[in-house]
T-cell receptor, first 113, second 113 residues
């Protein structure tokens, strides 16, 4: 069974631009969570989607948004990029919302210049 | 509110020596507890999980952890370190029925030949 895939793996953007990251969960998994990982703040929860609905949200500004499609694939969008948005963005999939077992993708490394 | 504290941002051991990575948690309800490993430029891989069954949990690659409620600890151990164990390790907590997983700051393990 294929694991969680994230595209692109690396991305360089400039301040003020917007970016969209994609995550395809493991086949059969219906929940997708997003995390931001930085050296200073560590791993922080962004949001979780299940059945195309956002189920939970972390403490991030409204510039960070996401969505989930009917095939469970998810995208996250960051608008008006700031230098501090440079991070590794990790996606995790699980069978159901609130499942304790999550499977992580390799992440998308976003660099904002 | 839940929280996780990992004692020691860096731990260095010799190959063949005991590995001990410390994790203390705070949770108002019985928690689910996890240890993840992250290799460079990769996502997180689940090592083991505690879900209120046996307090001594065995994971992959000979890692194990013991849940001690009285000490609110969930330390990770491995009897004999291998060079391939060099990575960053994250302890995480999730309350039963919750949607958020809270991660510790991580401990980077160095293994000396």
């Amino acid at each position: 069974k294929a694991g969680v895939t994230q595209t692109p793996r690396y991305l360089i953007k400039t301040r003020g631009q917007q970016v969209t990251l994609s995550c395809s969960p493991i086949s059969g998994h219906r929940s997708v969570s997003w995390y931001q990982q930085t050296p200073g703040q560590g791993l922080q929860f962004l949001f979780e989607y299940f059945s195309e609905t956002q189920r939970n949200k972390g403490n991030f500004p409204g510039r960070f948004s996401g969505r989930q499609f009917s095939n469970s694939r998810s995208e996250m969008n960051v608008s008006t990029l700031e230098l501090g948005d440079s991070a590794l963005y990790l996606c995790a999939s699980s069978l159901e919302a609130g499942s304790y077992e999550q499977y992580f993708g390799p992440g998308t490394r976003l660099t904002v210049t | 509110a839940q929280s996780v504290t990992q004692l020691g941002s860096h731990v260095s051991v010799s190959e063949g020596a005991l590995v001990l990575l410390r994790c203390n948690y705070s949770s108002s309800v019985p928690p689910y507890l996890f240890w993840y490993v992250q290799y460079p430029n990769q996502g997180l891989q689940l090592l083991l999980k505690y879900t209120s069954a046996a307090t001594l949990v065995k994971g992959i690659n000979d890692f194990e952890a013991e849940f001690k409620k009285s000490e609110t600890s969930f330390h990770l151990t491995k009897p004999s370190a291998h060079m391939s164990d060099a990575a960053e390790y994250f302890c995480a907590v999730k309350d039963t029925g919750g949607f958020k997983t809270i991660f510790g700051a991580g401990t980077r393990l160095f293994v000396k030949a």
